[in-house]
């Protein structure tokens, strides 16, 4: 059965900084891109970034480029999102899922709360 | 990197069908046969509904179906019911590696 099961989220004050991680399992991870999307409270989803099978392709969403660095640690089955100078506008439940074009599996997301 | 524009609401009874539109660009929906449609339930997370414009994946009933024209992408939903109560986001490939999502929209079964 593929699992995703996201952890880190948290309160942080704006200007701080949060490491997200996704645990794969049920599927050979190294053979999938992965991608991170985010929803803020009460709104729609957002595609935040997404990183190819090996690690080397990684494209993001204009509003977080510069700050966030989407990573994976194929050893660990592991997808990471590092978040730097967060804002409050970032606050929302992240999710991870697997795949480029389409997200066929998804996990149930980590909150992220961005206030002073 | 502008969002997918989808209508807030759209509501339909059992004996209907319903339709969801999803207006985009000649840079994502009209470029690519790349759309995706995910249904989202209160509090869960998005379950995949269709890919690649009409691909349904195994487990997703047959009255969901997928279809594009130009640069509008369209959920159809024959006859609903109860369950299918949810959110519906179309989602599309935007090229350089990138997914554009729509707003979302809110389905109402009466």
């Known amino acids: 059965e593929v699992q995703l099961v996201e952890s880190g989220g948290g309160l942080v004050q704006p200007g701080g900084s949060l490491r997200l991680s996704c645990v794969a399992s049920g599927f050979t991870f190294d053979n999938y891109w992965m991608f991170w999307v985010r929803q803020a409270p009460g709104e729609g989803l957002e595609w935040v970034a997404n990183?190819?099978?090996?690690?080397?392709?990684?494209s993001y969403v204009d509003s977080v480029k510069g700050r966030f660095t989407i990573s994976r640690d194929n050893a660990k089955n592991s997808l990471y999102l590092q978040m730097n100078s967060l804002r409050a506008e970032d606050t929302a439940v992240y999710y991870c899922?697997?795949?480029?074009?389409?997200?066929?599996?998804w996990g149930r997301g980590t909150l992220v709360t961005v206030s002073s | 990197q502008s969002a997918l524009t989808q209508p807030r609401s759209v509501s339909g009874s059992p004996g209907q069908s319903v339709t969801i539109s999803c207006t985009g660009s000649?840079?994502?929906?009209?470029?690519?046969?790349?759309v995706s449609w995910y249904q989202q339930h209160p509090g869960k997370a998005p379950k995949l509904i269709t890919y690649?414009?009409?691909e349904r994946p195994s487990g997703v009933p047959d009255r969901f179906s997928g279809s594009k024209s130009g640069n509008t992408a369209s959920l159809t939903i024959s006859g609903p019911q109860g369950e299918d109560e949810a959110d519906y986001y179309c989602c599309s490939y935007a090229g350089d590696y990138t997914l554009v999502f729509g707003g979302g929209t809110r389905l109402t079964v009466l």
């Open positions: 000649r840079s994502d929906v009209g470029r690519y046969d790349y």
């Open positions: 899922a697997r795949g480029f074009l389409t997200g066929d599996y």
């Open positions: 690649d414009v009409t």
């Open positions: 990183i190819q099978e090996n690690g080397i392709e990684k």
